[in-house]
């Protein structure tokens, strides 16, 4: 089945604690994107990726980095994760350029 | 959690009547729109996309309409089922072609009635 994987899906952590959520897509598209999705903002992109070692800012990028050293794996790193950190992530991908991303089931993080 | 469908905007209608879900984009050089279904609980699935050289786009009981002029998209929802219940986003492609980025609207809860 195509999809995107996402995990863990619920992850509750302290202020500090460096954490990593996995995202993994079988569908060998080109590009993976993170997305956090809060109440009344509804979802930002925070780190996108065009290929394999190609990353670029998203619109809310402070405090995340990303890696893409595989074409199938779209890691989201909080190095030192505070509260505002508190939220829905989305993993996403897309064939290419000039389609829609399918996402992942999402992983809820609380930072406390 | 807090759900994410608080502090949106919301249409109510009865199984079976046509809906119709509006947004406005941002950005003038947006060449690619695309409308997701978000259910609780779960991440956005794609509905229906629709490029800039069209005007209209027909699914299966979805219609997409896309206004450049007054950089406007809506998408009506045929003979609307209680499974259609959802947040509904539109999303846009703000950079034009040449990259897979895609700008999310705020959502629009739908709740439909039995």
């Known amino acids: 089945e195509a999809q995107v994987t996402q995990n863990p899906r619920y992850l509750i952590t302290v202020t500090g604690k460096k954490l990593t959520v996995t995202c993994s897509q079988n569908m060998n598209h080109e590009y993976m994107s993170w997305y956090r999705q809060d109440p009344g903002l509804g979802l930002r992109q925070i780190y996108y990726s065009m290929n394999v070692e190609v990353t670029d800012k998203g619109d809310v990028p402070e405090g995340y980095k990303v890696s893409r050293k595989e074409k199938r794996n779209f890691p989201l790193i909080l190095e030192s994760p505070s509260p505002n950190q508190t939220s829905l992530y989305f993993c996403?991908?897309?064939?290419?350029?000039?389609?829609?991303?399918?996402f992942g089931s999402g992983t809820r993080l609380t930072v406390v | 959690g807090e759900s994410v469908g608080l502090h949106l905007p919301t249409l109510s209608v009865q199984e079976g009547d046509n809906s119709i879900i509006n947004c406005a984009y941002s950005n003038s050089a947006s060449d690619y729109f695309i409308w997701y279904k978000q259910e609780s609980g779960k991440g956005p699935q794609f509905i229906i996309d629709?490029?800039?050289?069209?005007d209209k786009r027909q699914g299966q009981r979805v219609t997409v309409l896309l206004n450049k002029t007054v950089k406007h998209l809506s998408l009506q929802i045929a003979a609307t089922q209680p499974g259609d219940s959802a947040v509904y986003f539109c999303a846009e492609n703000p950079r034009g072609a040449g990259y897979s980025t895609l700008t999310f609207g705020k959502g629009t809860m739908l709740l439909v009635s039995p």
């Open positions: 996403a991908s897309s064939p290419r350029t000039g389609y829609g991303y399918t």
């Open positions: 629709i490029r800039s050289n069209m």
